[in-house]
């Protein structure tokens, strides 16, 4: 089964709860509406959602194929991600923009090892 992007989220305002989209234009810099943070775009696997995550994109790559994502590329729709690490306190990665697009929910999601 492919993986896809399940939830797409951005989140103005420190503390303050986030705004689900159904697409949503992604800069070099992150979401259009998101306030900027450690990295550009927070992914987490939707069998890691809790009550308090908040990352911006939620996809239905299993926790470990993420994880293992480190280092490698996610193609997400017309979008290209570098995933570059983990969050300390919180499941799933960051990734910096490789290539900015429109990502929209039900997007495929497929991860290389290779730079794209």
């Known amino acids: 089964m492919p993986s896809e992007v399940?939830?797409?989220?951005?989140?103005?305002?420190?503390g303050e709860p986030g705004r689900d989209l159904r697409e949503a234009l992604l800069e070099l810099?992150?979401?259009?509406?998101?306030?900027?943070?450690?990295?550009?775009?927070?992914?987490?696997?939707?069998e890691d959602v809790r009550a308090d995550t908040r990352a911006n994109l939620v996809v239905s790559l299993p926790s470990a194929v993420l994880a293992e994502s480190i280092?490698?590329?996610?193609?997400v729709g017309e979008v290209?991600?570098?995933?570059?690490?983990?969050?300390s306190s919180c499941p799933g990665v960051?990734?910096?923009?490789?290539?900015?697009?429109?990502?929209?929910?039900?997007?495929?999601v497929t991860f290389s090892r290779e730079p794209a």
């Not at 399940?6 to 305002?13: A, K, L, N, R």
């Not at 900027?36 to 939707?46: E, F, L, M, S, T």
Request: without cysteine.
């Open 6 to 14: 399940q939830e797409i989220h951005v989140f103005p305002v420190h």
């Open 29 to 46: 810099d992150g979401l259009v509406g998101d306030r900027r943070k450690k990295a550009p775009v927070q992914v987490v696997a939707g």
């Open 80 to 87: 290209e991600l570098d995933v570059t690490g983990a969050p």
């Open 71 to 75: 280092g490698g590329v996610l193609a």
């Open 94 to 108: 960051y990734a910096a923009v490789r290539r900015p697009g429109t990502v929209r929910v039900g997007d495929l």
